[in-house]
């Protein structure tokens, strides 16, 4: 399959519509979304453990984030 060089595509769109310019059936399909899931989700765990290193932040600092929220909640319901 051609992929053109659409401007509104990123890279990775135009990857996947060479790459899944076959016809699946459902399970394969369901794998594959299943792989990038996977993928996605182990790319934000590593940015997420690298800024937590970086910044040193720590439970205590998830804590504070967590009752600034709420804070905030309650002060617009006031």
């Known amino acids: 399959?051609?992929?053109s060089n659409s401007?509104?595509?990123t890279n990775l769109q135009r990857e996947l519509l060479k790459v899944f310019s076959v016809n699946l059936d459902?399970?394969?399909l369901i794998d594959i979304r299943g792989l990038l899931t996977k993928y996605f989700a182990e790319m934000a765990t590593k940015e997420m453990d690298r800024l937590w290193d970086?910044?040193?932040w720590t439970q205590e600092t998830?804590?504070?984030w967590a009752?600034?929220?709420m804070r905030s909640k309650k002060q617009r319901n006031e």
């Open 1 to 3: 399959m051609e992929v």
């Open 7 to 9: 401007g509104n595509l």
């Open 26 to 28: 459902e399970h394969q």
């Open 54 to 56: 970086e910044r040193s």
């Open 62 to 64: 998830m804590n504070e």
């Open 67 to 69: 009752n600034e929220q």
